[in-house]
């Protein structure tokens, strides 16, 4: 069953400082995977896209990584700020059946002053 | 502004009337989705347009029933609502290569069935 599974559930950091979160999937075929931010009351915003040959992508302070092997991938933050409080959603997407998109629950982090 | 947008986007309503949800994008894109996140935030795909013609319709309800009268119109009309439709629903929007695009959402519409 292709499903995707993110860890941890939630995170609170302090404002500045960096974390990492997890994201691991067993879609089949691959395709692609996607991190996007969801901040509260809102919908969805794309962050990066990375295909299977690539293992790394950056979008400003955000850099998701990718081990296609071991079906992982991650999204690092770096230097937080309050305006990253959101929730990050990891999403993967399979070859065939119109390229659906299996989308994980999200990891909700909160950035504290 | 260019965007994706839906009305209303809080609605109240008793179990067994019928809504409807609209969706407009002016983004120019040729692909619109429906999304349902449920209580556990997980986002599930129900219906999406290509061009005015359906190409996903996943296993929801037939009392669900999605309308494009264009490109940049999908619409989701709602009848005899349950409880268990209360959720927040997304209408999305994307275009080109099927792959690898990039869907942009809307704000989303919060259902409560009372």
């Known amino acids: 069953k292709n499903q995707v599974e993110q860890s941890p559930q939630s995170l609170i950091i302090l404002e500045g400082k960096n974390c990492t979160l997890q994201?691991?999937?067993?879609?089949?075929?691959?395709?692609?995977l996607r991190w996007y931010k969801q901040d509260t009351g809102r919908g969805p915003v794309s962050l990066t896209i990375m295909t299977f040959s690539e293992n790394t992508k950056s979008n400003g302070r955000y850099t998701a990584t990718l081990d296609a092997d071991t079906k992982q991938s991650s999204l690092h933050i770096t230097a937080s700020q309050l305006s990253d409080s959101a929730s990050y959603i990891c999403?993967?997407?399979?070859?065939?059946?119109?390229?659906?998109?299996?989308w994980g629950a999200g990891t909700k982090l909160i950035i504290k002053p | 502004d260019t965007a994706v947008s839906q009305t209303p986007k809080y609605l109240v309503t008793q179990m067994g009337n019928d809504k409807s949800i609209k969706c407009e994008q002016n983004l120019g894109h040729d692909t619109m989705y429906w999304y349902k996140q449920d209580s556990k935030k997980f986002l599930k795909i129900m219906f999406s347009y290509n061009n005015k013609e359906l190409i996903i319709n996943e296993t929801v309800p037939n009392r669900f029933s999605p309308k494009s009268p264009d490109k940049a119109h999908l619409n989701l009309h709602i009848n005899s609502l349950e409880l268990g439709d209360s959720a927040v629903y997304f209408c999305a929007s994307s275009y080109g290569d099927r792959e690898k695009n990039i869907q942009y959402f809307g704000a989303g519409t919060r259902l409560s069935v009372l």
């Open positions: 999403v993967v997407s399979a070859k065939g059946s119109n390229y659906q998109l299996i």
């Open positions: 994201c691991n999937y067993t879609v089949s075929p691959f395709s692609n």
